[in-house]
């Protein structure tokens, strides 16, 4: 029995020494292991070192003290971390690890940016956990570029290797020193940083409670601050295998959009600026952002920007406006939304209940607006169809130096976008108490022939007040008219296949006084009316253009007793003296026009009657006698109106 004894103490004791000897060993190599990562980076040139290393076999823990990275490329980041501790750790291979959870505490990064500006930044972390960690045993080697497009596509390729259930860090805090006497310094601090699901390059999602910052704003002579807090940023869906092979130096024939974020999105925004200027934005949302990687090349555009921080040439602009082109064909939205916004000014507080945009339409909503006389208010103003990369590209032809846009250049416009709506306005009008109010202005256009329109639409629906400083509109003051109710509705489009040219239908209406209709109609319109700029060349294509049939009513609610009461007040008789007047008028004046054209006549006669009797229908048609150019026609009635009629068959009518 005590020899039995005795054995078992023996076997003990070997074990114990076995088991503090091989938990010896697993440090020793544990150790040399990280020692071999971080001479990876010293023999790229770079400085790293750390402190005690221990290895805990049981529980499978590693924990490094005081660790300290200076690479060798300036681009790169400095880091130092107080304490790494990795729990249940695994190694599936030479190459990866894994682990339980990692703890790092006392992370210090500094990052200074000098190509084309100095800029540095730094960050301090407190304490950042990753659970379900996986990812390779030593990093690959930075590329010995110094651009920062490099290096960002290095961080991505790093990123695309690991992978964890979350990564948490409660407190980051950052520093941006742009230099003294420049705008961009500040300190931001991030509350709250959470990332769900990293996969290989991938991030299910990223959120961040609350970023606070304060930046320098200054100006030449100008100090100021910015200070703001933005709470509930979140991003969802992340893939950054489109944004790596964008950043490819080689560049990227790939023209597909792929997705790189299904949703970016923030709970509120706010920002204060001296002095007394305050934003508030209540929340935002952008969905379905994806890119081109043969289009969105950012690296091109850096390259383009002088290296010495100069003013670029007219050459070096135009060539990065196209870059910039491009890089828009090369980036994709599918729709966002900007909230409510608040703006408070000295002068008063302006409201707008959402911007949004929608594959390619913007629209503003809900605007409240200060101004000297009054508040103006807009229930919608919307671009449609708008294009950045035509809207860049415009902005690039305007850049002729010492010379102004040339009509072509302006009409170039046209391309950015194909019409603009807004609906719902009212506003003071001048320095009056009255109001003009807007139910709707439509504009929209197609069919670009050259940089011009083939075909629009035209639509208004508004009412304004009279002005008595305006001459015109003092006989509608004097008759009792103090607004005018306006309703327009213009169309016209060309055919190319058989030249022709409609106005159809052009209407208007003038609220309780009249509403005119017109139909106009042009033949042998050449392609190249649209396409020319030059004044020669465009009176040489509207030399081949010929009138067609002019068709024109005119609907009496209020106009013809006010033309007779204005007429009655100036000649001092009675209204009914006044309208025979008016008729006796036109008579006379029609005799001239018949006798070189009897078809005359009928119009003639309808307008006297018009006249006569109120609230009737003037219509009046035109038909060409045959080919009558559109110069020609013009000049006859500049010279000879009475032979310029000559021309149609004249068909007028009243009626109630």
Same mark, same amino acid.
């Given at each position: 029995?005590?020899?039995?004894?005795?054995?078992?103490?023996? &076997?003990?004791?070997?074990?114990?020494?076995?088991?503090?000897?091989?938990?010896?060993?697993?440090?020793?190599?544990?150790?040399?292991?990280?020692?071999?990562?971080?001479?990876?980076?010293?023999?790229?040139?770079?400085?790293?070192?750390?402190?005690?290393?221990?290895?805990?076999? &049981?529980?499978?823990?590693?924990?490094?003290?005081?660790?300290?990275?200076?690479?060798?490329?300036?681009?790169?980041?400095?880091?130092?971390?107080?304490?790494?501790?990795?729990?249940?750790?695994?190694?599936?291979?030479?190459?990866?690890?894994?682990?339980?959870?990692?703890?790092?505490?006392?992370?210090?990064?500094?990052?200074?940016?000098? =190509?084309?500006?100095?800029?540095?930044?730094?960050?301090?972390?407190?304490?950042?956990?990753?659970?379900?960690?996986?990812?390779?045993?030593?990093?690959?080697?930075?590329?010995?570029?110094?651009?920062?497009?490099?290096?960002?596509?290095?961080?991505?390729?790093?990123?695309?290797?690991?992978?964890?259930?979350?990564?948490?860090?409660?407190?980051?805090?950052?520093?941006?020193?742009?230099?003294?006497?420049?705008?961009?310094?500040?300190?931001?601090?991030?509350?709250?940083?959470?990332?769900?699901?990293?996969?290989?390059?991938?991030?299910?999602?990223?959120?961040?409670?609350?970023?606070?910052?304060?930046?320098?704003?200054?100006?030449?002579?100008?100090?100021?601050?910015?200070?703001?807090?933005?709470?509930?940023?979140?991003?969802?869906?992340?893939?950054?295998?489109?944004?790596?092979?964008?950043? =490819?130096?080689?560049?990227?024939? =790939?023209?597909?959009?792929?997705?790189?974020?299904?949703?970016?999105?923030?709970?509120?925004?706010?920002?204060?600026?001296?002095?007394?200027?305050?934003?508030?934005?209540?929340?935002?949302?952008?969905?379905?952002?994806?890119?081109?990687?043969?289009?969105?090349?950012?690296?091109?555009?850096?390259?383009?920007?002088?290296? =010495?921080?100069?003013?670029?040439?007219?050459?070096?602009?135009?060539?990065?406006?196209?870059?910039?082109?491009?890089?828009?064909?090369?980036?994709?939205?599918?729709?966002?939304?900007?909230?409510?916004?608040?703006?408070?000014?000295?002068?008063?507080?302006?409201?707008?209940?959402?911007?949004?945009?929608?594959?390619?339409?913007?629209?503003?909503?809900?605007?409240?607006?200060?101004?000297?006389?009054?508040?103006?208010?807009?229930?919608?103003?919307?671009?449609?169809?708008?294009?950045?990369?035509?809207?860049?590209?415009?902005?690039?032809?305007?850049?002729?130096?010492?010379?102004?846009?040339?009509?072509?250049?302006?009409?170039?416009?046209?391309?950015?976008?194909?019409?603009?709506?807004?609906?719902?306005?009212?506003?003071?009008?001048?320095?009056?108490?009255?109001?003009?109010?807007?139910?709707?202005?439509?504009?929209?256009?197609?069919?670009?022939?050259?940089?011009?329109?083939?075909?629009?639409?035209?639509?208004?629906?508004?009412?304004?007040?009279?002005?008595?400083?305006?001459?015109?509109?003092?006989?509608?003051?004097?008759?009792?008219?103090?607004?005018?109710?306006?309703?327009?509705?213009?169309?016209?489009?060309?055919?190319?296949?058989?030249?022709?040219?409609?106005?159809?239908?052009?209407?208007?209406?003038?609220?309780?006084?009249?509403?005119?209709?017109?139909?106009?109609?042009?033949?042998?319109?050449?392609?190249?009316?649209?396409?020319?700029?030059?004044?020669?060349?465009?009176?040489?294509?509207?030399?081949?253009?010929?009138?067609?049939?002019?068709?024109?009513?005119?609907?009496?609610?209020?106009?013809?007793?006010?033309?007779?009461?204005?007429?009655?007040?100036?000649?001092?008789?009675?209204?009914?003296?006044?309208?025979?007047?008016?008729?006796?008028?036109?008579?006379?004046?029609?005799?001239?026009?018949?006798?070189?054209?009897?078809?005359?006549?009928?119009?003639?006669?309808?307008?006297?009657?018009?006249?006569?009797?109120?609230?009737?229908?003037?219509?009046?048609?035109?038909?060409?006698?045959?080919?009558?150019?559109?110069?020609?026609?013009?000049?006859?009635?500049?010279?000879?109106?009475?032979?310029?009629?000559?021309?149609?068959?004249?068909?007028?009518?009243?009626?109630?």
């Amino acid at each position: 029995m005590k020899r039995i004894l005795i054995g078992l103490i023996v &076997a003990a004791v070997l074990a114990a020494g076995g088991w503090f000897g091989f938990n010896l060993y697993v440090q020793h190599r544990a150790t040399a292991e990280v020692e071999a990562a971080f001479e990876q980076i010293r023999s790229g040139g770079g400085k790293a070192s750390h402190g005690k290393v221990a290895f805990e076999l &049981a529980t499978r823990t590693l924990t490094i003290e005081n660790i300290n990275v200076e690479p060798a490329q300036p681009e790169l980041a400095d880091v130092k971390i107080a304490k790494v501790t990795a729990v249940g750790i695994r190694q599936p291979d030479e190459a990866h690890f894994s682990a339980d959870s990692i703890e790092v505490s006392g992370v210090e990064v500094a990052f200074t940016y000098t =190509d084309r500006a100095k800029l540095k930044a730094n960050y301090k972390i407190p304490q950042i956990t990753a659970r379900d960690f996986s990812g390779p045993t030593r990093a690959a080697s930075a590329p010995l570029s110094g651009s920062i497009i490099d290096m960002y596509r290095f961080m991505l390729a790093q990123y695309a290797t690991v992978s964890a259930s979350s990564i948490v860090a409660p407190t980051v805090a950052a520093n941006i020193d742009a230099g003294t006497g420049n705008a961009g310094s500040g300190d931001f601090v991030y509350s709250g940083l959470a990332v769900q699901n990293v996969n290989r390059g991938k991030i299910e999602t990223a959120k961040t409670d609350r970023i606070t910052y304060s930046l320098d704003v200054t100006q030449p002579g100008k100090p100021a601050k910015m200070t703001g807090e933005l709470s509930g940023l979140a991003a969802y869906d992340f893939d950054a295998s489109a944004v790596t092979a964008a950043l =490819d130096p080689q560049g990227s024939s =790939d023209d597909g959009f792929h997705r790189i974020y299904r949703r970016i999105s923030a709970n509120s925004s706010a920002v204060t600026m001296a002095p007394g200027v305050r934003v508030q934005i209540d929340n935002v949302a952008i969905d379905d952002i994806a890119i081109r990687p043969s289009k969105f090349r950012p690296a091109e555009i850096m390259a383009l920007m002088p290296a =010495d921080g100069s003013i670029p040439t007219p050459a070096q602009s135009r060539d990065m406006f196209e870059k910039v082109a491009e890089f828009f064909e090369g980036f994709q939205i599918g729709k966002a939304e900007i909230g409510k916004q608040t703006v408070e000014t000295p002068q008063g507080t302006g409201k707008l209940s959402a911007v949004k945009y929608d594959q390619d339409k913007i629209a503003l909503e809900g605007l409240e607006m200060p101004m000297p006389q009054g508040q103006l208010k807009m229930e919608r103003f919307a671009l449609k169809s708008f294009s950045a990369a035509n809207l860049m590209r415009w902005a690039a032809s305007l850049r002729t130096p010492g010379q102004p846009p040339s009509p072509d250049q302006m009409l170039g416009l046209f391309r950015v976008l194909e019409g603009a709506e807004i609906k719902g306005v009212v506003s003071p009008y001048k320095n009056t108490r009255q109001l003009v109010t807007i139910d709707t202005i439509s504009l929209n256009w197609g069919q670009l022939v050259g940089s011009i329109p083939s075909k629009a639409n035209l639509v208004v629906k508004m009412v304004t007040p009279t002005d008595p400083a305006n001459p015109a509109q003092r006989p509608l003051i004097m008759a009792g008219v103090d607004k005018l109710a306006i309703d327009l509705d213009l169309g016209a489009a060309w055919t190319e296949s058989s030249g022709a040219f409609a106005l159809a239908p052009a209407t208007i209406n003038l609220g309780n006084l009249a509403k005119a209709q017109a139909r106009f109609a042009l033949a042998n319109v050449p392609r190249g009316l649209f396409t020319t700029t030059d004044p020669m060349e465009a009176m040489s294509e509207m030399a081949q253009v010929e009138t067609g049939t002019l068709e024109l009513s005119l609907r009496d609610s209020g106009i013809v007793d006010l033309i007779v009461a204005q007429f009655s007040r100036m000649q001092n008789v009675s209204r009914d003296a006044a309208r025979s007047a008016i008729t006796e008028m036109i008579r006379a004046q029609g005799e001239k026009v018949t006798a070189a054209n009897l078809d005359a006549k009928a119009a003639v006669d309808a307008l006297a009657g018009f006249v006569e009797t109120s609230g009737q229908t003037l219509t009046i048609k035109l038909t060409p006698l045959g080919k009558v150019p559109v110069l020609q026609l013009v000049d006859a009635l500049n010279s000879e109106p009475i032979v310029a009629l000559a021309q149609f068959r004249i068909e007028a009518s009243t009626g109630l």
